[in-house]
């Protein structure tokens, strides 16, 4: 089973990149797992080169302070292996322009900018070839992902199609809670680096103070009742899957053990903070060798870049380029 997943240096990890992502990263971990670190998605809106230089490394020590093992998975910075750049080129001549347009996560950010880069429309591609690349069979993303997911699949039966048998075609896979964490300021729009406001997002390197005053200015209800219910009650219900995400326990039974939001709201930062603090103290470390940090990114980039020429050369041949 092979499991390719990316995230882009673009700020710092939120609760939501945590829950619905990375944490199942960790838990599915093996040496068939690829987890890529997408500094060249990143350039699709504004980023400053010193910022993406710095974002990039500190993401990575992020990833291995959060439970990634490079000595299991492999792990490694996208722009680091060319063929990712090179597979986008070969799909793009196979995706069309109208799907692209179709996909929300474009629309949503271009009308939020106003000069757009031609790549925010492309993205999808590239994220198609990221995934192609590996033979991939599962992609643990967030809910937001799946229809590049989806995009990804179309693509890469298109071109077997098209051209034979050439790419695996890979399954969407999403935690079983909290795998679209909502804003904690508006519950009806997903926790996002880029929109959130600092008090509707919650980042896994802010302080304990930080943490509790987040949580307990979320927004829920009037009502006062302790119910996990989606349509009625969102802010409450993202804040029971939080929860459980951190816990053994189901919304709904968490639910069953508070009477009142301002106990359950103390014990779910309580929780948040026990679970970030261990992260956040590996991070500082790895932080403090950078050196060492990038020597162990080239060498993730080095183990991917042989699995990655392959299916490359497959794909190139397959279209009449070898
Ligand atoms: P933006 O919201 O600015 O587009 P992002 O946080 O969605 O940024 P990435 O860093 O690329 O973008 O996301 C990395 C992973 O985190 C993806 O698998 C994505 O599905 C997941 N993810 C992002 N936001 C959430 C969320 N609110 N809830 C659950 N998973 C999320
Ligand atoms: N598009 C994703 C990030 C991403 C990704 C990937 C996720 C880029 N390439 C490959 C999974 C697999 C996002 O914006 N969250």
Same mark, same amino acid.
């Given at each position: ?10 700020? #710092? ?23 890529? !670190?997408?500094?060249?998605?990143? /350039? ?11 974002? =990039? ?25 060319? $063929?990712?750049?090179q597979? &986008?080129w070969l799909?793009?001549c196979?995706?069309? $322009? ?12 271009? *009308?939020?900018?106003? *000069? ?20 991939? &069979?599962? !992609? ?20 077997? &199609?098209?051209y034979?048998? #050439? ?11 909290? *795998? ?20 509707? @997002? ?13 949580? @307990?200015? *979320? ?12 349509? &009625?009650?969102?802010?409450? %219900?993202? /804040?029971?899957? !939080?929860?459980? %995400? ?8 968490? %639910? %069953? ?35 060492? /940090? ?12 042989? !699995?990655?020429?392959?299916?490359y050369d =497959?794909a190139a041949t397959a279209m009449g380029l070898n």
């Amino acid at each position: 089973m092979r499991i390719f997943s990316g995230i882009q240096p673009s700020g #710092t990890p939120h609760l939501g990149n945590y829950l619905g992502a990375i944490k199942s990263w960790v838990e599915s971990q093996d040496s068939g797992a690829f987890f890529c !670190v997408v500094d060249l998605h990143s /350039l699709t809106l504004d980023i400053t080169p010193e910022d993406l230089r710095l974002q =990039r490394l500190e993401l990575s020590a992020a990833l291995i302070a959060s439970g990634l093992d490079p000595e299991v998975c492999t792990l490694f910075v996208q722009s680091h292996v060319p $063929y990712h750049a090179q597979m &986008n080129w070969l799909l793009e001549c196979v995706a069309s $322009y109208g799907e692209l347009t179709r996909m929300v996560a474009f629309k949503d950010k271009a *009308a939020r900018q106003e *000069a757009q880069r031609a790549s925010l429309l492309t993205y999808p591609v590239l994220m198609a070839a990221d995934i192609l690349l590996y033979d991939t &069979n599962k !992609v643990p993303v967030g809910d937001d992902q799946k229809q590049h997911l989806e995009l990804t699949r179309e693509i890469a039966e298109r071109f077997n &199609n098209r051209y034979g048998q #050439t790419f695996t075609v890979p399954e969407f896979s999403k935690p079983p809670v909290a *795998a679209r964490v909502m804003d904690l300021q508006d519950p009806t729009r997903k926790m996002s680096k880029s929109v959130s406001s600092p008090l509707g @997002k919650l980042d896994i390197f802010d302080s304990a103070a930080d943490i509790e005053k987040k949580i @307990k200015k *979320a927004v829920t209800d009037t009502d006062g009742e302790m119910r996990y219910d989606w349509e &009625n009650k969102p802010g409450l %219900a993202n /804040l029971l899957d !939080v929860y459980s %995400a951190f816990s053994s326990e189901s919304p709904e039974q968490v %639910a %069953a053990k508070f009477t009142r939001y301002g106990d359950f709201k103390s014990e779910l930062a309580a929780l948040i903070i026990e679970s970030l603090s261990p992260i956040q103290a590996r991070y500082t470390d790895l932080m403090g060798d950078r050196a060492e /940090l990038e020597n162990l990114m080239r060498k993730g980039a080095q183990k991917a870049s042989v !699995v990655s020429a392959a299916v490359y050369d =497959r794909a190139a041949t397959a279209m009449g380029l070898n």
